[in-house]
T-cell receptor, first 114, second 111 residues
Framework: ETGVTQTPRHLVMGMTNKKSLKCEQH?????MYWYKQSAKKPLELMFV???????ENNSVPSRFSPECPNSSHLFLHLHTLQPEDSALYLC?????????????FGPGTRLLVL | KQEVTQIPAALSVPEGENLVLNCSFTDSAIYNLQWFRQDPGKGLTSLLL???SQREQTSGRLNASLDKSSGRSTLYIAASQPGDSATYLC??????????WGAGTKLIIKP
């Protein structure tokens, strides 16, 4: 596997379910990101992990819980979501510490909350 | 607070035409500006990155310009092809090294 992978690619869940999204990067990067992409809206940065420490949490509701066990893996744990949480969730990675570098994105998880 | 705007939201042109996509930002204090491409149901692919000290970058049929003083960037696509159909996103990197995104321009190239 190369680049950034995400599983599952599609997820349908009820409001009372608990699920997790997984992201893995094979690029040797030291930062990982979760974004939410809703239709016709700019990407919203949710969480940033740099060197496995969370450095940003943009007022994301507590029903979203990130986990970064190591520099290659990132999870987003979901519980008691709302229908408005339906969106494409994108994971990205980059190499920080050498100025502003581009981010590499996974294919995303399309989430539908019923 | 930095805001990024992309105009138009959607664009449809015949194959072979040259076209320009626009991006504007409100705060000129940026590290760089990037253009990304997103195909339906897929992630984003970086096309061009322009550092704040640069004026333009070129890759094949793509040319991106940056005018920090006016807060504008353009993405020029020459001799468009149906395979260029996608959503094009502009993003600027701010002082915290995080990206601020535009909503994108959906481009359709008609054969």
């Amino acid at each position: 596997e190369t680049g950034v992978t995400q599983t599952p690619r599609h997820l349908v869940m009820g409001m009372t379910n608990k699920k997790s999204l997984k992201c893995e990067q094979h690029l040797g990067h030291n930062a990982m990101y979760w974004y939410k992409q809703s239709a016709k809206k700019p990407l919203e940065l949710m969480f940033v992990y740099s060197l496995e420490e969370r450095v940003e949490n943009n007022s994301v509701p507590s029903r979203f819980s990130p986990e970064c066990p190591n520099s290659s893996h990132l999870f987003l744990h979901l519980h008691t979501l709302q229908p408005e949480d339906s969106a494409l969730y994108l994971c990205a990675s980059s190499q920080v510490g050498q100025g502003a570098q581009t981010q590499y994105f996974g294919p995303g998880t399309r989430l539908l909350v019923l | 607070k930095q805001e990024v705007t992309q105009i138009p939201a959607a664009l449809s042109v015949p194959e072979g035409e040259n076209l320009v996509l626009n991006c504007s930002f409100t705060d000129s204090a940026i590290y760089n500006l990037q253009w990304f491409r997103q195909d339906p149901g897929k992630g984003l692919t970086s096309l061009l990155l322009i550092q704040s000290s640069q004026r333009e970058q070129t890759s094949g049929r793509l040319n991106a310009s940056l005018d920090k003083s006016s807060g504008r960037s353009t993405l020029y696509i020459a001799a468009s092809q149906p395979g260029d159909s996608a959503t094009y996103l502009c993003a600027v990197t701010g002082s915290n090294y995080q990206l601020i995104w535009g909503a994108g321009t959906k481009l359709i190239i008609k054969p």
